[in-house]
């Protein structure tokens, strides 16, 4: 079983409305964090609360990771009220990581949410990759945030929000139907909430689109012992059958999730 590292908090930063960047110091230098995989955090200092929160790494570079946190609940509160400097107990890297093989072509990149964080680190990996043409759909509820950071990593980007004065109003689903008539492409890449996905997914299904899904699962131990965070996915054409999100996850190709109705 991973053991709890402690990592100093080196920044921590507002960038949206209750959305917060907070950046850490490595542990270690061998340790390393690839897109898709996340960290579960110790939230609190003491035993309240007492389930860690996983959240999917933003960025990473040689001495820093980045995770960008949405305040929703108690946990993350405590987690975005702390400071520089403070040592914040963390378990990781966990996960699977998606599979980017490819060397030559073109990936489409669709986030949603809080789900576009953890495509950018995604976006950076992919950026290295001369040969590869990178472009990305992000969709928001309302207010922007980490675009300008897409664009150092992208070939062109589409924001999209449900407020007026960005490049689509509405929700990313209809960018991606027009974008994938106009052009196919190798990967498709996305996160976001479940209705979203599940959608993303019917769309690229029906274009004969290779799509890897990032799953916004709830779960609890992060390890593959709790069983909170389960997910039906086809075993053959006849069967299937629950993975844990955590352990099995959180990437999954878009032909072996099924959906709940």
Known sequence: ??????????ENVEVA????????????????????????????ERDFPLLRRPISIGLTDKDSMTIYVNKVGKGTELLCGRSKGELVDILGPLGNTFNMDIDKGSVLIVGGGIGVAPLLELTRELSIKKDVYVKAILGYREEPFITEEFKNYTDDIIVVSEKEGFDYKGYVTKPLELELKKMNYDLVFTCGPEPMLKKVNEICSENNQTVQLLLEEKMA?????????????????????????????????????????
């Open 221 to 261: 131990c992060g390890i593959g012992a709790c069983l909170v965070c389960t997910c039906k996915t086809k075993k053959n054409d006849n069967d299937w059958s629950y993975v844990r999100t955590c352990k099995d996850g959180p990437v999954f190709y878009g032909k072996e999730v099924i959906f709940d109705e």
């Open 1 to 10: 079983m991973k053991k709890g590292i402690l990592c100093e908090i080196i």
């Open 17 to 44: 409305h209750n959305i917060h960047k907070i950046k850490f110091k490595k542990p270690s230098e061998d340790f390393e964090i690839k897109a898709g995989q996340f960290i579960n955090i110790k939230c609190g």
